[in-house]
Every structure is written in C-alpha cells, then in structure tokens.
C-alpha cells in the first residue's frame, strides 16, 4: 500500500513540475515568438484595452503612431509612407514590423506578466520609440516606387542607421482593417516587405564581392589587362557581354560591367573565396534587425564551372535582400567596416530616454587600403560607364549598377552607391522588378534619393 502511494505521489510531482516546465516555455522562452505572431490578435486586444501604448516618431520627432487611451483602434500618420517600417497594430488582425518587434516596450508590460495575461494596467503607459527614419526621404522612396514592384533601402554607413526603408506595392495601416481581405489576397503581395525578406538575383551588383574577393588575394589583380571578346564558353553554360569590350583593365571593367571579365576572375578564384567574402557581406546569415529578414544566399561547395561563373556576375544560385546590398555598399563606403543597421534611434518614457541605441561594427568587410582602391573604380562608373544616370551635378557618387535576369519576365533592375565619394554620409540600395537596366532605371531613382538625404538628412 505504501509504495502505491509513494509511486502516485512520485508520479503527481513529475506530472507538476511537466506542467510548470511547459508553461515556462510558453510564458518566457516562446514568448517573443507568440505575443509578436500576427496570429495573436487576442493577446494584442487584452494588451491595449488595458494599457496606453506608446507611440513611435519620426527621425525629426514628427508623430507616426500613436494611441488614445480608450481606444483600441491605433491612428496613423503618413501611415502610405510608412508601413513597410511601422507595419501595422490591430486588435483583430494582430501585428506586424515595429508594432511586433517592440510590443513589450510599446504596452509598458513586463514580459512575465503579459505573456501570461495579468491586468497591465497596473504598469501605466508604455516607452514612445524614437525612429532613425526621415519622413521627407522615406515618402519620397515610397513615390519613386510607386506603381512598380521593388525596395530602396537608404543607410548611414558611418552608423548603420536606417534612413529610409520602402517597399512597393505596400498597404496602409490606417485602413487595413477594412481592406484586409483585398490586402492579404493580392497576389502582389504587399504585405510582404521586399527590403528585408525578398530575395533576389544581384545581378553585377555583386561584381562588388567578386572584385573584393581578387584584390584579397592578389592585390595584382588590378595591374592586369584583361581580354573581352563578347563571350565565355564553359560546359553547360555561356557567359555574354552586350559587346566584345576587347582589352580593357580591371577599372574598366567594372566601369563597362563585363561579364567576360568578372567571369574569368571567379573561376580563377573559385566558389569557396568568393562565398567566404559574400559571408563579410552578410550571405549566409541573419543579420540582428529591428524587423523580420531573410538571410541572403551565396551557396558553399564546388558548383562547377559554370555555376560559379554565374555567381562571379550575380546570377545562378547567388541571391539577396535590398538590405544585405545596402549594407555591403555602406561598408565599402565606411573603409571596409560594416556597421549593425537599426531603425530606433531612442526609447522614452515619459518624455525620458529610458534607452539608446549606439552604433555597433557588425563585420569587416575589406581592409582601409583595398575600399580605398575601390573607391575610383566605383566613381569611374558614375563618370563613364553604366551609372551616368546615378550622377549628381557637383558631386561624386560611386556605385555600381545591376540588371538581374530571372525566369519570370524582364531583368530586375539593380543599382548600389554612396555619396559623397570621398567623404559618405549615404549609402543606397535599390532594385526595382522586371523593369531592365538598371543604370536605366535603378540609378535615377538612387540618384534621387541621395540628393534628398543629402538635403533632408543633418
């Protein structure tokens, strides 16, 4: 009778203590995940029916989001302009982007405590997030993107901060609850943010790693003279330029985008080199963000020679976000060092910074000496090759332009470049889908937005 008892009472400490372990996991480890899931519009209502969420502004202080005790309904500001960074809140849809990421600070919940669905009246109002986003220049990516599908992704390489962040075609978070069922079927997709989470080809854009990958091995590279002539025959597959450029040097041939070129030079290196310097890019891994991304692709191993020839020019199985593109050229444009991009400058309560956010190196893309010799190459594309639509009367940009075949329509256009030259204070990214050249149509967009932040931007 007493080992039945002891066995019963064994049995009810284990199933007890299976119980609390399993709520822990719900309440603690799992809750980043569940209370920022668009699927939990409960939680979110219990949340702002109880407490003062916080609201979030711009680069210059200007309101974006905010709520009014009472209401559960969030009210929006330019909210065309900044979904893709803001995402959206709703009691019934649930959250998305920085209304997702930052819920605990926005609510002013203690995490135990909310995840478990106690009254967060008791805590008061919730932080107000302070952006490192300039209206003027994010409502101006928006426009130029406007009607077409694609991203821009605007950086200050010397911090990492985001300046702008759009994608298109996009939603509006103050009418969402009314055109969710036409939002979340659109086959365009437009709850999907292309900046962070859509992948793509890179197309010569990614000539950038590849030219680094070289002049890492053999800063020799850049003495020889190399030989176009309009095409490179491998097994299974054949690299073409538009034209036979014929002799021409290494700056040149960045500046012309030879494919022949850029081509012979990755299978001299091979796959592994040129993937272990897309790795100091940001390929192959996640990044630390203030929202949802997808890692970039740059597959290890040995593909052969024509699939690595493929991804020397940025196609094949070589693919990226806006994002990571951004970030390789605010590294090239900040001496080699890539900082962790971010998106809240500042956290306050009650008009007090409870939190702010430092610049952080998240990798060395290059040493000081090869950015350095990097830097004429990407002006010379500006000045005589494919970016002369990307140049700006009285400035030097340095860039470099993409047109990305895919099998689903016309090229992607692609361009990537900094300003000014010699001393960046912007870094761009830009593609724009199944719309061609990008020194044609990617360019004069990051052409644009450079001359605004410039302006808007101190």
Same mark, same amino acid.
């Given at each position: 009778?007493?080992?039945?008892?002891?066995?019963?009472?064994?049995?009810?400490?284990?199933?007890?203590?299976?119980?609390?372990?399993?709520?822990?996991?719900?309440?603690?480890?799992?809750?980043?995940?569940?209370?920022?899931? &668009?699927?939990?519009?409960?939680?979110?209502?219990?949340? /702002?029916?109880?407490?003062?969420?916080?609201?979030?502004?711009? $680069?210059?202080?200007?309101?974006?989001?905010?709520?009014?005790?009472?209401?559960?309904?969030?009210?929006?500001?330019?909210?065309?302009?900044?979904?893709?960074?803001?995402?959206?809140?709703?009691?019934?849809?649930?959250?998305?982007?920085?209304?997702?990421?930052?819920?605990? &600070?926005?609510?002013?919940?203690?995490?135990?405590?909310?995840?478990?669905?106690?009254?967060?009246?008791?805590?008061?109002?919730?932080? /107000?997030?302070?952006?490192?986003?300039?209206?003027?220049?994010?409502?101006? =990516? %928006?426009?130029?993107?406007?009607?077409? $599908?694609?991203?821009?992704?605007?950086?200050? !390489?010397?911090?990492?901060?985001?300046?702008?962040?759009?994608?298109?075609?996009?939603?509006? !978070?103050?009418?969402?609850?009314?055109?969710?069922?036409?939002? @979340?079927?659109?086959?365009?997709?437009?709850?999907?943010?292309? &900046?962070?989470?859509?992948?793509?080809?890179?197309? +010569?854009?990614?000539?950038?790693?590849?030219?680094?990958?070289?002049?890492?091995?053999?800063?020799?590279?850049?003495?020889?003279?190399?030989?176009?002539?309009?095409?490179?025959?491998?097994?299974?597959?054949?690299?073409?330029?538009?034209?036979?450029?014929?002799?021409? @040097?290494? +700056? $040149?041939?960045?500046?012309?985008?030879?494919?022949?070129?850029?081509?012979?030079?990755?299978?001299?290196?091979?796959?592994?080199? %040129?993937?272990?310097?897309?790795?100091?890019?940001?390929?192959?891994?996640?990044?630390?963000?203030?929202?949802?991304?997808?890692?970039?692709?740059?597959?290890?191993? /040995?593909?052969?020679?024509?699939?690595?020839?493929?991804?020397?020019?940025?196609?094949?199985?070589?693919?990226?976000?806006?994002?990571? %593109?951004?970030?390789?050229?605010?590294?090239?444009?900040?001496?080699?060092?890539?900082?962790?991009?971010?998106?809240? +400058?500042?956290?306050?309560?009650?008009? $007090?910074?409870?939190?702010?956010?430092?610049?952080?190196?998240?990798?060395?893309?290059?040493?000081?000496?090869?950015?350095?010799?990097?830097?004429?190459?990407?002006?010379?594309?500006?000045?005589?090759?494919?970016?002369?639509? =990307?140049?700006?009367?009285?400035?030097?940009?340095?860039?470099?332009?993409?047109?990305?075949?895919?099998?689903?329509?016309?090229?992607?256009?692609?361009?990537?470049?900094?300003?000014?030259?010699?001393?960046?204070?912007?870094?761009?990214?830009?593609?724009?889908?199944?719309?061609?050249?990008?020194?044609?149509?990617?360019?004069?967009?990051?052409?644009?937005?450079?001359?605004?932040?410039?302006?808007?931007?101190?």
């Amino acid at each position: 009778m007493k080992n039945n008892i002891g066995r019963l009472f064994r049995f009810f400490v284990l199933a007890f203590t299976a119980i609390v372990l399993a709520l822990t996991n719900l309440a603690v480890l799992q809750r980043p995940q569940m209370v920022n899931s &668009a699927y939990n519009s409960g939680r979110l209502a219990g949340w /702002d029916s109880q407490s003062r969420r916080g609201g979030i502004y711009a $680069r210059d202080g200007e309101v974006l989001a905010q709520s009014v005790p009472g209401e559960t309904k969030r009210r929006y500001q330019s909210s065309w302009a900044f979904a893709p960074v803001l995402g959206y809140f709703s009691p019934d849809l649930g959250a998305s982007g920085l209304e997702a990421r930052y819920a605990e &600070a926005l609510t002013g919940s203690p995490p135990f405590w909310a995840a478990l669905g106690l009254n967060t009246s008791l805590f008061g109002q919730g932080e /107000d997030l302070v952006l490192t986003v300039d209206k003027a220049l994010q409502e101006q =990516a %928006m426009r130029l993107l406007a009607g077409r $599908r694609g991203a821009v992704v605007v950086l200050d !390489p010397k911090s990492g901060a985001v300046l702008a962040l759009a994608t298109q075609p996009s939603f509006d !978070p103050a009418i969402l609850e009314r055109d969710w069922s036409k939002v @979340s079927q659109d086959r365009a997709a437009p709850l999907l943010n292309r &900046a962070t989470q859509g992948l793509y080809p890179p197309g +010569s854009t990614l000539k950038l790693v590849t030219l680094l990958a070289a002049l890492t091995a053999d800063q020799g590279t850049l003495e020889r003279t190399y030989s176009c002539y309009g095409e490179l025959k491998l097994p299974g597959y054949m690299v073409r330029c538009p034209e036979a450029h014929g002799e021409l @040097s290494l +700056s $040149r041939a960045l500046a012309v985008s030879c494919n022949v070129t850029f081509a012979t030079l990755g299978l001299e290196l091979g796959n592994k080199a %040129m993937a272990v310097q897309a790795e100091k890019a940001g390929f192959n891994s996640v990044p630390q963000f203030d929202l949802p991304v997808t890692a970039s692709s740059f597959p290890r191993g /040995d593909p052969g020679p024509g699939e690595t020839a493929q991804r020397a020019i940025g196609q094949g199985q070589a693919l990226t976000t806006p994002l990571t %593109m951004a970030m390789l050229t605010a590294g090239l444009a900040n001496g080699g060092v890539i900082m962790r991009p971010y998106l809240v +400058s500042e956290r306050r309560l009650a008009g $007090r910074v409870v939190a702010r956010t430092q610049p952080v190196q998240m990798s060395t893309l290059t040493t000081p000496e090869i950015a350095a010799t990097v830097l004429p190459m990407l002006v010379e594309v500006t000045r005589k090759g494919t970016g002369r639509l =990307a140049a700006i009367s009285g400035l030097e940009v340095a860039g470099k332009t993409g047109s990305a075949e895919n099998p689903h329509g016309p090229p992607h256009a692609w361009y990537v470049g900094f300003a000014p030259a010699e001393q960046p204070r912007v870094a761009v990214a830009v593609v724009v889908e199944n719309s061609g050249s990008g020194g044609a149509v990617a360019a004069p967009i990051a052409a644009n937005l450079i001359a605004t932040a410039l302006k808007e931007v101190r």
